[in-house]
């Protein structure tokens, strides 16, 4: 695909599982601005996440399309900067961070510095700093060239489950002993459990589809793997918290309805894409919308941003470590190259018919 043209897949924004492919021709860089080729980028559930809470929680706003009712869904992947008219950001430059599921993306750089940029673009003035950053390769202790589709893949999911881990646990569990996670056979709950496990004194249970039972059962990190309709299985007293992956409106109701010591519990994504609905009227603690951004700048703010990187660094090194242990990896990698090929991906992912073990790579670039 030549960088003279731009290929994005927009998405509705009242229907998440309608998309059309937008072709243009690039528009001619402003004093200031670098155009990046975004090579490879990764697409999970999280996306679809994104995608879903859109408007509540300003995912739309990262990259405007100009088309109202449609959206760009931010993802999280490499690319390389091919023109630039800012005078510190060569031509060349490698760079992870978060971009449209597009061909290419259009920055404007402030706050230049060894380790890279944001993203100064007026219409991301008042978006959180964390998805604004774009971060050079060679300067960046999470980078590795050869588990570039781990990092893709799995970091910001493994740093979203470290920061819940981190969260709970800065609130002593809100005084629960278990643990009870939808979705687990996402990468994000398997992240969280994969951390919880390491916690003295508390249960981890996750809640999954039946097909997907013995994949959660298989990884380790879960001390009980029950199916949705398994409620009962768990005595109703139980001192809980509930950590919501699916989003699914009717287990929600189902989880705060049955368990009369549920301490706490928190909204994270919405894997359960047909079954979202809100969380009015719940009995129990009100359902509270996790951001790990708000995290990031607590512990930032008490541990310096050296010290909370250098927490998650060891976490994210033995979180991969076993996630790619030769003999029994919890994720195998599928790329996906080309307009055509990325299109039916986030299909296949918006619908649910993928299977937990896969990690989905994909790229415009044909």
Not at 53 to 70: D, L, R, V
Not at 289 to 318: D, I, N, T
Request: hydrophobic share 45%.
């Amino acid at each position: 695909m030549s960088d003279t043209t731009t290929t994005e897949l927009l998405v509705r924004q009242d229907d998440v599982t309608t998309t059309r492919l937008r072709h243009g021709a690039a528009a001619p860089l402003a004093e200031g601005s670098v155009r990046v080729r975004v090579e490879r980028f990764a697409l999970t559930a999280n996306n679809i996440t994104y995608a879903a809470f859109g408007e509540a929680m300003n995912y739309w706003s990262f990259y405007p399309t100009g088309e109202a009712g449609w959206g760009l869904v931010p993802v999280w992947g490499f690319g390389t900067v091919v023109e630039s008219r800012h005078a510190e950001v060569p031509a060349g430059l490698r760079l992870y961070g978060y971009w449209p599921m597009a061909s290419h993306a259009v920055l404007q750089p402030v706050r230049v510095g060894a380790e890279g940029f944001m993203d100064g673009a007026a219409h991301r003035a008042a978006l959180n700093p964390v998805y604004n950053t774009l971060l050079r390769c060679d300067a960046d202790p999470f980078y590795t060239p050869d588990t570039e589709d781990l990092q893709a893949l799995l970091r910001p999911l493994f740093l979203t489950s470290w920061l819940i881990d981190d969260f709970l646990a800065d609130n002593a569990f809100f005084g629960a002993d278990t643990l009870l996670l939808s979705s687990a056979s996402s990468k994000t709950a398997y992240g969280t459990a994969f951390q919880l496990a390491t916690r003295a004194g508390l249960k981890v249970v996750g809640l999954t589809s039946a097909s997907n039972r013995g994949f959660c059962e298989a990884l380790g990190c879960y001390q009980q793997v029950l199916a949705y309709d398994e409620l009962e299985a768990l005595a109703a007293d139980t001192s809980m918290v509930y950590v919501d992956f699916a989003g699914n409106a009717a287990l929600r109701q189902a989880v705060h309805t049955r368990f009369a010591n549920l301490r706490f519990s928190s909204a994270i994504g919405g894997t359960h894409l047909s079954a979202l609905g809100g969380a009015r009227a719940l009995p129990g603690p009100r359902a509270t919308l996790f951001f790990a951004p708000a995290q990031v700048q607590k512990r930032s703010r008490e541990w310096g941003a050296a010290g909370l990187r250098e927490r998650m660094l060891a976490g994210w090194r033995a979180f991969t470590e076993r996630v790619a242990r030769p003999a029994d990896p919890w994720m195998t990698v599928e790329q996906h190259r080309g307009e055509a090929a990325v299109q039916q991906a986030y299909a296949e992912m918006a619908a649910g018919r993928v299977q937990p073990r896969a990690g989905h790579m994909l790229s415009m670039q044909g």
